[in-house]
């Protein structure tokens, strides 16, 4: 998905360092992502982390808030989504706002 690609740019981006907000929502963020994001380097330092219309699972959920919550980080993880499946066996997910 190129939303986790995006979050595993993001994951190892030297800027991310000097930055206080994240806000990678609106999204299709799945697991994948949020693992990325969690490997790389740290987010301790963020202020606020809003991951918000997202496609985790509720173990990764926990995951980021045990993650960063303890650090002081205010995670978002509002408006969890459920990939649609079709007959076909394939899953789409959409984003929130679209152009």
Known sequence: MIEDAVAAAVAGAPVVAR???????MGVLTDEGAT????GQPLTHLSHLD???HYLSEPMRERVR??????GVTVVLDDA???EEYGDGE????VAVAE
Do not use: G
């Open 19 to 25: 930055i206080e907000r994240l806000d990678l929502s």
């Open 51 to 53: 991951l918000s219309h």
């Open 36 to 39: 990325a994001l969690l490997d």
């Open 81 to 83: 989504q459920v990939p």
């Open 91 to 94: 899953v789409h997910r959409y």
């Open 66 to 71: 045990a993650a960063l919550v303890p650090h």
